[in-house]
């Protein structure tokens, strides 16, 4: 975490900035993806989104090794049901959701105890897998309380302007431009759930009908063929790839 956060931040935020040409006209970024969304938005530097990032992958690398949990994800449950398993496993150690990805997939987090027997729980309702995921933390949840505060220490020192376009925020899956509310919400984030499903359903219902996933990989790709499957979603991980749409 706190060498992979840097890496992959600077990959796609390289590879955004040829993206402009494309005229964006919204972002959203799945939890160190926000990063790269608001610096394609305008709203923070990269010289400086770089130090929150490094500040941000190190603090909860500690939080991890001082706190120690773990992830799981659910797939083949309403998230509803999630949340009422992960209630009920609570008794016995922290865990709530951490990723709405996409219909009938949910990662949680928490206390390995709470984890676990979360994912007891949702096996005995109905859940088609539940796997214990390899991660070095519980990553939002309330174990990363400590980085939270920590990254809070590295925003108040950093500049940040209204954005030029919408970024829809993994803590309340709503549009932000407001420069005060974007860093509220890069604080709340760290221990918030990422709402991605929602945040998706929300652009599309707001007018956006094309999607580009901007750095390594297809994750985010594949999640929204699961959310919504009419929508045009295209891959930008290195340059040649974006030459055919300029």
Not at 149 to 167: C, G, H, M, Q, S
Request: with cysteine.
């Amino acid at each position: 975490t706190e060498f992979t956060q840097p890496a992959i931040f600077l990959h796609s935020v390289v590879i955004s900035s040829l993206t402009r040409l494309l005229d964006p006209q919204a972002a959203a970024g799945h939890s160190l993806g926000e990063y790269s969304a608001l610096v394609s938005a305008g709203a923070i530097q990269y010289y400086e989104a770089i130090q929150l990032v490094r500040a941000r992958g190190s603090a909860m690398q500690k939080s991890g090794i001082d706190n120690p949990g773990t992830m799981a994800a659910i797939i083949g449950m309403t998230p509803e049901l999630v949340s009422e398993c992960c209630s009920l496993a609570s008794e016995v150690g922290i865990v709530q959701p951490a990723n709405f990805n996409s219909p009938g997939q949910i990662v949680i987090s928490g206390s390995v105890d709470g984890v676990k027997k979360a994912m007891e729980i949702c096996k005995e309702k109905g859940a088609r897998l539940a796997k214990e995921l390899v991660v070095s933390g519980a990553f939002h949840s309330p174990l990363m309380e400590s980085a939270k505060e920590t990254l809070k220490i590295v925003l108040d020192k950093t500049n940040i302007y209204d954005a030029r376009f919408p970024v829809y925020t993994n803590v309340t899956a709503k549009p932000v431009t407001d420069k005060n509310e974007i860093k509220e919400m890069l604080y709340q984030q760290v221990t918030s759930p990422v709402r991605w499903e929602e945040i998706i359903n929300k652009m599309i219902a707001d007018g956006v009908d094309e999607f580009y996933e901007i750095g390594p990989g297809k994750v985010l790709q594949g999640l929204l063929k699961r959310i919504n499957p009419n929508v045009k979603c295209e891959n930008i991980e290195k340059y040649s790839d974006l030459e055919k749409y300029l």
